[in-house]
């Protein structure tokens, strides 16, 4: 194509003037930037109030009457039952650092061992809880990524522990392998979980925070451009990693008549 097909250039005085921006345009703006500044707020509180109010429904049967706010005022008293939560759970760790509070707890949990199924219901849950809430623990608290659901596409996921002696074993290759979560959008509490080789792994740097809410978002927040960047690169050199280890096709040659 010539130059001289290609349509006039038209200088930037003779462009046309933008159009003036309505009053429901207007309208429109003022309400979506409302709604940006006033929906987190909202939903953070109704998460909290909500939160503050279970807890106090489940404490409030165990208090006395005569101990509960409401019985000296016209109203109840919202987050007394959380607070006699914090304190009963303070008091509680402080007793079973005790020798005698020790003995009650090896007790308890000797009880709980002799029921059938309560016991592995028991053991399951303190394990889950000792290793989250401890501050020595690092499940969940690395991201990596993987390639699934598909070759070429990446997800994020939160690094657990080794399996154990019994499933490593049963695991084909002799590779090490790793437990991995990898949580759905928008709901980061649902997901999958599988065991994956440590060298299909990725581990980039990023908080748990900010993966859970970059999942939350579904992409929407990202939480660096930076570390976006970064996670970009670390792909496309897992994808060219891959591509080198694919054995190379051989060209087809097309018969000459």
């Known amino acids: 194509m010539n130059r001289d097909d290609l349509p006039p250039a038209v200088p930037p005085a003779e462009l046309p003037p933008a159009a003036p921006r309505g009053f429901t345009a207007r309208l429109r703006n003022y309400f979506l930037t ?51 939560a914090v304190i009963a759970l303070t008091l509680l760790g402080f007793l079973t650092h005790n020798l005698i509070g020790r003995t009650l707890v090896d007790l308890g949990e000797r009880l709980l061992g002799r029921m059938p199924v309560v016991r592995a219901i028991y053991r399951g849950l303190k394990q889950v809880f000792e290793t989250l809430f401890s501050g020595t623990g690092s499940s969940f608290r690395r991201v990596g990524l993987v390639e699934f659901p598909s070759p070429g596409m990446w997800s994020i996921v939160l690094i657990s522990q080794p399996p154990s002696v019994e499933i490593a074993n049963s695991l084909p290759g002799q590779e090490e392998h790793i437990s991995v979560f990898l949580p759905c959008a928008p709901n980061p509490t649902t997901g999958f979980f599988f065991y994956v080789p440590k060298s299909k792994i990725i581990e980039i740097e990023m908080s748990a925070e900010d993966a859970a809410t970059l999942i939350m978002s579904a992409g929407v927040v990202q939480p660096g451009s930076d570390q976006q960047k970064k996670i970009a690169a670390l792909a496309g050199m897992a994808n060219a990693a891959r591509v080198a280890n694919t054995p190379a096709l051989q060209p087809v040659t097309e018969k000459a008549d």
Request: aromatic fraction near 18%; charge should be neutral; avoid cysteine.
């Open 34 to 84: 409302g709604l940006i500044v006033a929906g987190p707020v909202a939903i953070t509180l109704y998460l909290t109030w909500w939160f503050v109010t279970w807890v106090d429904a489940l404490v409030r049967p165990f208090v006395p009457v005569a101990y509960r706010p409401e019985t000296y005022l016209p109203f109840g008293l919202p987050g007394s039952g959380l607070v006699v």
